[in-house]
């Protein structure tokens, strides 16, 4: 039924995904091209940065006999004695992530996930164990892996396998611990998943090539990543896709969230934390002006930058105009402006040419897409000195002394040098406990073989979950109302073609 | 083929369009629902409020014999003497339609409309003699008449005529004259036309009505009011519509542009014209946080008021959160807000119940829809004083002495009590000369007997025509960046769904 | 004492005071450099523009016999019948003045103008009716007179006449009814003044000249405008000035508000009704980075427009540069600009030069000071043609056809062409109502033959006497806070220097 | 001549300056009380953080034999092997210091402290460096120690040593050394200064206590620390002081950019790097709206959180009420509030009463004057729990589980927990440089034994010299507008009160 060699081939060919296999690469080098899927990956690197054990024993977890304290022992992890220094840090995700808290509530009563079966492979933080333990008090059981080798927090596995999840995961796993750790989750005597949360596409793909008979019982596929969407799409193009899947990647709330709002944070913190330049009066070229470039575009001029936009599309270009932006070409103010960010999903945008004509100390980063959009290559000449003066941040010397300032190298700046806020994830989070839920509970039918976007009533209740957090009231249509607008009183309100 | 005597009954019915066919009404009420069909109306308005000659003999325009400095009689206006002074209007309003100019000059070549057979109904002002002028730099030949018996600035009408434009229309038109200048531009010997300009439907109408034969050669309608797109829906379900049609009013530019930027400006100068409020410091709440609403609170926001949101949809509320708005219910703020502002399409937003509890001197008015988002009729009870402070401004009073200030009755405010960017109506005229050009030399097939959106990449180029306005510059793709993005180097560059 | 021929004679140079005398000059061409002094003068014309009765009869008030209804005839006004009129305008005002309203409450027990005799001189609107109701509630008798001969509101002076107010005063007063309406008010049978409110320097002038004894019961003079302070200051260096002086026009509130906050607002609407201009996407050059100039740039660039700076002074222009306007010298601009401001206090500021250089269709105007930073003067020669196409908007037209919109002829932009809101009058008028309490009951030896700046503590009383009308509520101190910031409870917060 | 005990004890009672003389103290809490003293040492541990060798040996400095390359030994240093990594520090510190290399260029020509013997105590680092230099090429003998413990870059200091330079510091000096460096300084055979360049007042207070005689050849004092200027008008006032001093902690230049622009970065970061708070949404009470509280509000509100504010001034009240802001008293809002941020200068402003009412995570961190405005010590009792979260981030946790999260212990957050620009850092060392030798030369007679503020004009020369790094171009007056303005062609532009 399904190509095995081809597809394996092509997995492995996106480069992408090549970092998490080989632990001697560095940590930013494994930067996938997903934003999203690469959120939680960094939370967890943060903060397992700081909280974890480093005098860890050497032993591997598959060699070690585990049990928690109730005698279960349905689980592989670092270290079942940091269970409670792990509960700790779930409780503080708990108090920011209040959507998937009102879900638990809500669900009290019915169980919309009664008899789910689901197995995930996701990044394992303190923020999937609150999704983990929502999914189980709507009702499901849940088997997990990791679905990156470095992002897990052991502290936080240790603390989901003492309260019984069947966990199989650690921090530092190698290429055969990743698939040994993705198989114990669905290869199980007497339990078989109906359902499944991915990350990247590598669960979808093992049991695609392991054991295609279980799609006969499985209801459908959450997948959150680019590059898993991707995968979904063109097994789905090809005719190979068994079961609805539903893409939460390009849900609204997130792509609103992620993009405009994050970015606009994340642009200021991410030059911030690697350069303490001072943002007022410095002459900044933006290249891109779709939300990411919206994002940054405003934060600076809110911070008293001098901002000019650089733009293929009429459209966005006549926005950037009536923002106040100066539309330019960037050969017109490459050699005055203080600071050149990228964020347009395309590729060479800032090449050699424009790199040798920048002005001493000037400051290059990418916050749009992949490390495509600089062409960092072209800077890896004889002739020019690369000066690593903190991490993350490089000096490139020309022989007459000019340094440029390269972030992250030309990677995402803000995936690489600042933090995503607990709230853009837990957003992410509650929209794949309803995709579950959508999946798992949809009638016969309404859900084919194809990929899916979350409904719009989804979305718009996505959004509604995060309001509280705001002390944000909303309004209700009275019954006059929405008949003189023609809507349901509940929503949907916008159109599906909205975003 | 069409029910005659249903569909006048049906269009009659909608009381939007009756204003027009009585003089006695003032000009404020004959304001219909149509945001975009009306700024060329306003325009003329205020201009024609300045201008015109109020000492005109009273001999209808019927009854004159006219004659242009030609020789020329093919026309029916006021005053063909006032033409030099309409001249210079149009001259003015050339300077700012860049868009249209630089059309006129890339067709000095081809003539993209060689052929083409225009009869046009919309206002006639500077503005629409700008584009007549350029359809027929084109190769055009056009017969016009006005689309509301007020609108219509005499002298612009007279430098038209002058200048060898079949023009029938003038100030203060009967309702009679009003289908007899219609009747005139198509009842012609020896000419028929071809393609269809119309504002609000009624030319399109009355062919239906008198002349169904001629829509054999007509290759298709450009209609731009919300009213005249509404009745080109209801034929097309009907099954009824014989050409396409497109609907310029719906087209991304314009609606960018008029919503979300016009407004922001708009919502200031209305509020100022009226009322000389000051902004700082002031407590407002923005009913309704979709384009409009972001334009008015944007604004108020940067002048220093505090401003609150009330909201519907759920993902728009986490939009106002974002963008730094408390989303309230309106009964929790009515009672301390200066200025109350409708924006939602709604009605019935704004009740007698919280019209009693605000304070003293509030300020009500609405930037959204029509007049039903006020419920102005509720104030019209015996214990209620109105007072008539200003044009357009209302105190309406309590028996306590509280006065509420109500801006045009609950009508839209930026038509009513503010002035529209000529950059504007700029855009739209740029949109209609283009429709017309597509539609003419669609090949056979492209566009069937339905109503169309302008094609995205017609967006674009109308969004191109007008950077040059702000010395903007675009970037061009590379071939190669155009192939990693999968796109045309000259666009399209959005979906097709993106607005 | 006083050196009588040399006083008029410098008096008479000041040409900023001459437009007063000649009733042939237009309202415009009488504005004065003062910007303050003038807001109260358009108010009221503006005002008496939409309800003056134009068909008054035409005989001198001087001529009439007038009594109110109570038979007291110790006034002359244009029409007694208008009180009612005048009484509404009067009570509309009250209700945008709280600070006035609230000091003849807390007035109620004590009145500490009791005995008081204020002479005034000021522009006579329904803004300083209410002052002088304030001030009679408060203890004191009035007489009054009319600062400017075109500025009184006839129907507001009528409501004054009937409430029992000794007032002289009509629009159109010839410069002959100008002095008799002044000696009226002070050359009085049994009555002479102790305190002077003055708006100009013209009733302390004409005391000065002819009651010159009168002074020695005077308690003090409080001047409001530029010029009448700048009068007081050149006697009191010539050692002339013989009773205390206060001078309202520098103090602090009254700065910040007219200047920064105001000019934030009239900017966008001087513009706006001038020229309809959309601001988003438009190139503005605003030259002065003074609180003017802050206050236009900020206005502008939340608008959407691109604002550069230019700036004689090193910090104001690394302000400029700080918050985000790049600072350019104007010629390196000019060319390119849709829009040029000047907010200098300097003269030729924009010369012929720069004139030349505008774009077509540029918009000239300044925010500044009185009618020098524009050289005007220099547009008026042959070769240019000027064309006036709304009021206080000219094209100037080079030969080859380039028109630059020169609005107000180059005088105050906010004064000609927009509205001052009365919220700043109300500052303005509690703040001569406070300073003629200080002066009437300050302890002998507070205040010498000198000019005073209201004390700090006085500015911060007629703030906090504002806040209510922003439902703002204070912080107090507490004891042991006061203690640690070496300040008193109750204020003064700030140093004297500062503003 | 000097009270020697007395002095001493009223020193060491500060309790800020403590910190100094106690390794084992960490490094915040040596925090002091001066934003600007302490700008220098938060950047030399930010980045000797980085680049310090931790395997240097322990023998102390003072026992070593130490030679430059030149066989110079008038020094004392950690390791002069260290040289070169330093001078490229102080190269890097030179990119971002133009003024000062400014001053250098001009004085090539003249050396306007020709003969200057100047002894400097301050933070020794990269910044400080290119100040020292500048001394140097501007004609003065530098011998220096540190004006703090642990500020020393050991880098630095080897650099300056290895140049020629009399320096003796390293980090990690005990109270002794301290002492014992600064006498190395003044304690030379052959060599007195006649300059003194001091941070804290400590190396004045050593002279007036051991070399009382020395002042007899000292010219003037330059001071830059709020507790140095502090304890020097203590000696004016006391009679005591006997050369003139110069305050650069209060120039405007250095005022209006510490407080307004930096603390509108540093706010953002310090929140950030400490919380990763998401800001957009997030309501947020600043209590004060002085210079301080305006960067924090204009910051927050731009990323579009709901701002709130306190205040005690009437003035700067109706400031933020213009400025967007609601003003309201802390309990008000207490319980609804994300974030609470103090700026007052006071002390006591949040109270254990109101951190009892902050809800669940809400954030408390101080912006404005020592560690005084947080009640701190009022929640260290037993029933609260402590719980160190991050470096500088404390969770306060009350009894039902509530938790705060308290920044820098109350102590400034942005010294703490974010950087400071070079550039400000450039302001205060040329500001410095300018004292210098505006003191050094100024004739007999013009400064007394007094504390003096830097002359506006030389306030501006240093801002003109800053102007080149925005590439901001100053116009110039031209005679006539200067004569117009009754100004100086070359400034001074503002009044001497104005800041």
Known sequence: MI?????KQEFTK?????????LSRSISQS??????????????FLFSASYTDSSDDETSPRDKQQKNSKGNGDFCIKNIKQADFGRREIEIAEQEMPALMALRKRAQGEKPLAGAKVVGCTHITAQTAVLMETLSALGAQCRWAACNIYSTQNEVAAALAEGGFSVFAWKGESEDDFWWCIDRCVNVEGWQPNMILDDGGDLTHWIYKKYPNMFKKIKGIVEESVTGVHRLYQL????????????????????????LYCCRESILDGLKRTTDVMFGGKQVVVCGYGEVGKGCCAALKAMGSI??????????ALQACMDGFRLVKLNEVIRQVDIVITCTGNKNVVVREYLDRMKNGCIVCNMGHSNTEIDVASLRTPELTWERVRSQVDHVIWPDGKRIVLLAEGRLLNLSCSTVPTFVLSIT???QALALIELYNAPEGRYKQDVYLLPKKM?????SLHLPTFDAHLTELSDEQAKYLGLNKNGPFKPNYYR
Chains 1, 2, 3, 4 share one sequence.
């Open 3 to 7: 190509q095995f060699a081809d597809q």
């Open 236 to 259: 789905s193009k090809a005719g190979k896709l068994c079961v609805p899947a539903m893409n939460v990647n390009d849900s609204v709330t997130k792509q609103k969230f992620d993009n």
């Open 307 to 316: 901002v000019y936009v650089t733009e293929i599309d009429p459209i966005c």
């Open 459 to 463: 979305d718009e209740y996505v959004a």
């Open 429 to 431: 989070a509650t929209t």
């Open 31 to 44: 930067s996938t091209d997903s934003y999203s899927s690469v959120l939680l990956f960094l939370c967890a």
């Open 14 to 22: 996106r480069p992408s995904k090549i970092g998490r296999r080989s």
